[in-house]
């Protein structure tokens, strides 16, 4: 299995606990769509990271990846102190940074 490269940053970023390096990943005006919570801009992501991923010290195991076009996805089985369980995450590209970041059940 080739893993699509914005999967093994956003892996990378989230498992080392680096916001930093997580918002770099997104274009100015990208946004995260969290169960239907949508947060837009890199303020308004980083705020959501805080309390839902990065800040609760998430980590993911990768089950499956795939790309097609502007579009990957992984499924990831979410660890940390906050949500526990599999989640779906997909990602629209725009020039090579994400534009939308979609997470889903399995």
Same mark, same amino acid.
């Given at each position: 299995?080739?893993?699509?490269?914005?999967?093994?940053?956003?892996?990378?970023? !989230?498992?080392?606990?680096?916001?930093?390096?997580?918002? $770099?990943?997104?274009? =100015?005006?990208?946004? !995260?769509?969290?169960?239907?919570? !949508?947060?837009?801009?890199?303020? =308004?992501? #980083? $705020?959501?990271?805080? #309390?839902?991923?990065?800040?609760?010290?998430?980590?993911?195991?990768?089950?499956?990846?795939?790309?097609?076009?502007?579009?990957?996805?992984?499924?990831?089985?979410?660890?940390?102190?906050?949500?526990?369980?599999?989640?779906?995450?997909?990602?629209?590209?725009?020039?090579?940074?994400?534009?939308?970041?979609?997470?889903?059940?399995?």
């Amino acid at each position: 299995m080739t893993t699509p490269s914005i999967v093994s940053a956003v892996i990378a970023a !989230v498992n080392a606990g680096d916001t930093d390096a997580f918002l $770099a990943l997104f274009e =100015e005006t990208g946004s !995260v769509d969290d169960w239907g919570d !949508v947060y837009r801009g890199k303020t =308004e992501i #980083r $705020a959501w990271s805080d #309390r839902e991923l990065i800040g609760v010290k998430a980590r993911f195991i990768l089950r499956a990846s795939e790309q097609r076009g502007d579009e990957a996805s992984m499924q990831v089985d979410v660890g940390g102190n906050g949500f526990n369980g599999p989640s779906r995450f997909t990602f629209t590209m725009k020039d090579g940074r994400i534009a939308k970041m979609l997470i889903t059940g399995e």
